[in-house]
């Protein structure tokens, strides 16, 4: 019985996904299944996803999007179609063009089962000697730059909080996933914010960051300077709105987020992002699981 569920999110992904490194994985990890998620591709992507379900009946679950909502979205949707799909204990996601090979899971896996308290753990690309971390030289750069910023910004000691390689247990799924991401490619600090929002200052004591021994960065990535500091802005009016509102009340408490967010009010007037009328601030408890949630300066509607 499979108890790992590896959410793979797919953008235009036809000719970039390592369909026959997929189809090798599964066969040599039976206690996985895949879920493989079309973000809203304008390419042959889905019917890429629909031929491994074919081959590999049973193992391979296909979440099909439209239209194309960015990353943080397509991750998330497929965690929730995951958790519908089977009782799965572990899941997790990995980038489709295997940047992180997928050798590199049964790491992961290692340090979240035998780690006591462990429940979510991210691969963190430390450039090392022993280690085979490629990436050019201006993307370590600007990674390294963004990571000591978030990280010193935030006072959490994370070394890489974008790797797109990480396991949780089901059990963090509500606290993580329950809310859309206000951010398309910052999430994954999101995921941290969330976590140390709702268990308190001891909820690093759950995460542990994996080094990896192998990191290649694979050509075709889309994710430019535009999409960075665009993304909500080339987005419907409502949608932008929405966005913004809730960016904003994410920022009182996410300095991160509030730099990122600064980026889009260079480009808006400061007028769209006000607070939603009628909103207060306030604590609110709530539990979810067995996970006590504790919210607060959250606005209240
Ligand atoms: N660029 C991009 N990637 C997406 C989107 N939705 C899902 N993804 C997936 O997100 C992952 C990371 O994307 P990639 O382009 O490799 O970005 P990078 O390597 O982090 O620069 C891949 O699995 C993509 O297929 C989207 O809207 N845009
Ligand atoms: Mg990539």
Excluded at 192 to 204: D, E, K, T, V, Y
Excluded at 233 to 253: K, M
Aim: charged share 25%; net charge neutral; hydrophobic share 45%.
């Amino acid at each position: 019985m499979p108890d790992v569920c590896l959410v793979v999110p797919c953008y235009n992904e036809e000719r970039r996904l390592p369909q026959a490194a997929l189809l090798a994985f599964l066969d040599s990890h039976p206690h996985v299944v895949l879920c493989l998620v079309d973000d809203g591709s304008r390419d042959g992507t889905l019917g890429v996803l629909r031929g491994l379900e074919a081959q590999r009946p049973g193992r391979v679950i296909v979440v099909p999007l439209s239209p194309n909502g960015g990353k943080a979205g397509a991750v998330r949707a497929g965690v929730l179609a995951a958790v519908a799909a089977g009782p799965w204990p572990i899941i997790g996601f990995w980038d489709a063009d295997l940047s992180t090979p997928l050798a590199e899971m049964d790491r992961l896996l290692a340090v979240l089962r035998d780690t006591p308290g462990c429940r979510l753990v991210m691969g963190s690309r430390v450039k090392r000697l022993g280690s085979r971390i490629e990436r050019r030289l201006q993307r370590h750069v600007l990674g390294r730059l963004f990571a000591a910023l978030a990280s010193g910004i935030l006072g959490l000691s994370v070394y890489d909080s974008q790797c797109g390689a990480k396991l949780f247990h089901r059990d963090l799924v509500g606290v993580l996933f329950d809310e859309p991401f206000i951010t398309r490619w910052l999430f994954d600090l999101e995921m941290l914010a969330r976590l140390r929002n709702a268990i308190g200052a001891s909820a690093m004591d759950m995460v542990r960051e994996v080094p990896l021994l192998e990191w290649h960065e694979v050509g075709g990535s889309k994710l430019g300077v535009g999409e960075m500091v665009g993304v909500h802005v080339i987005e419907p009016g409502a949608q932008r709105e929405f966005d913004l509102r809730q960016a904003h009340a994410f920022a009182q408490e996410n300095a991160a987020v509030d730099m990122y967010f600064g980026l889009h009010c260079c480009r808006l007037r400061w007028g769209d992002c006000v607070a939603p009328p009628g909103a207060t601030r306030g604590d609110k408890d709530t539990t979810a699981g067995d996970v006590k949630l504790i919210n607060k300066n959250k606005y209240l509607r």
